[in-house]
């Protein structure tokens, strides 16, 4: 008997697991999808495949347009495109720290540099900076004080403190 034959294959890994997006062509010459997802359990591979034939390929897609909505994909991708708009003023924004800009940081740091200027240094967000300096122990972490619903709080950025507001005078009990 004669094999159905691969058209096109597209492997994705994700972790312990990989995915294929298999075209096929039976040996009548029809065409079908094949989904496939190959993992390692307790030192064997398990396989497990899902054939959607032509017929069934529309309602598919929009099963599964509807599966991506509800994850909130769209979401995702729009925040792949902010990091893009973020890119083209901080450069650098969410990229990895090698050791030599960790060390230049912390030399810039210490010679006094402020937040805004070492984030135009290194090309990356204030907040990037902040927060690596946190994590080298050169930064305290910043916590909230503890405040009612009806204070304001805000953050006091050169000083790196948080300062609770008085109310508004329309909030000011009569």
């Not at 030192?43 to 929009?62: K, W």
């Not at 099963?63 to 909505?69: I, Q």
Request: glycine share 4%.
């Amino acid at each position: 008997m004669v094999a159905d034959k691969e058209l096109f294959t597209e492997r994705v890994s994700a972790g312990d697991r990989a995915f294929f997006f298999d075209v096929r062509e039976s040996i009548k010459g029809s065409k079908y999808l094949v989904i496939s997802e190959s993992r390692k359990e307790r030192g064997t591979y398990v396989h497990s495949r899902v054939m959607i034939f032509p017929v069934n390929l529309e309602a598919f897609v929009e099963g599964f347009h509807k599966a991506l909505r509800f994850l909130d994909v769209a979401k995702t991708r729009a925040a792949s495109h902010s990091i893009e708009n973020i890119r083209q003023k901080y450069p650098k924004a969410y990229t990895r720290w090698s050791p030599e800009e960790d060390q230049k940081l912390i030399l810039n740091h210490q010679s006094g540099m402020s937040v805004v200027a070492l984030a135009q240094l290194f090309q990356r967000q204030p907040s990037a900076i902040r927060s690596r300096l946190v994590k080298l122990g050169l930064l305290p972490r910043r916590t909230r004080p503890p405040h009612t619903h009806k204070q304001k709080v805000t953050h006091c950025v050169m000083a790196e403190q948080w300062v609770i507001l008085p109310p508004a005078v329309d909030e000011r009990p009569l």
